[in-house]
């Protein structure tokens, strides 16, 4: 009986530490993103996006589990040097929860004399949250901050955090 249960405790352990690691590394690649057209000068259009799908069963035994979907496009257009204003789209689903949103933002990004631009973006626009079949919409605020990496002069990588 002592033996059952350290080794039911192993497994959950391993699963804890599987979905952990898991997680941590879907949130390292969820923060990278690939932008397209990522020079900061006036003129210039900014095209880039976060996509996650993730697959999760809790309880082997039982087949129990959910699917988080999320994806997030954006566009921008740099209406002086380093400013850009856009629209960034989100929607996040777990089971029976459904977020969507749109957020009209301003991004800047700081002149540097690298290829490695700092930037923060703010964004005001509209949300809704679904729980089943109860809904919910208004007011949604998102703040943003983190690097964008030229890699040349049509392409770009950003590492950031983002809050909404």
Same mark, same amino acid.
């Given at each position: 009986m002592l033996n059952c249960s350290i080794f039911a405790y192993e497994i959950n352990y391993t699963i804890f530490y599987m979905k952990t690691k898991t997680s941590i590394l879907l949130?390292?690649?969820?923060?990278?993103?690939?932008t397209a057209f990522s020079q900061t000068k006036k003129g210039n259009w900014t095209v880039s996006g976060t996509s996650t799908i993730q697959v999760m069963n809790i309880s082997p035994e039982s087949g129990d589990g959910n699917t988080i979907v999320l994806l997030t496009p954006s566009l921008s257009y740099f209406v002086a040097d380093g400013f850009a204003v856009g629209i960034d789209l989100n929607l996040l689903s777990v089971e029976n929860l459904t977020i969507l949103s749109a957020l009209p933002t301003a991004s &800047?990004?700081?002149?540097?004399?690298s290829q490695v631009k700092p930037f923060v973006q703010l964004g005001v626009g509209y949300g809704n949250v679904?729980?089943?079949?109860t809904s919910t919409g208004g007011l949604t605020l998102s703040g943003?901050?983190?690097?964008? &990496?030229?890699i040349n002069n049509k392409v770009g990588l950003n590492l950031g955090l983002r809050y909404m």
């Open positions: 949130v390292a690649l969820s923060l990278l993103s690939l &800047y990004y700081f002149n540097t004399k679904k729980v089943g079949e943003a901050g983190g690097i964008t &990496y030229l």
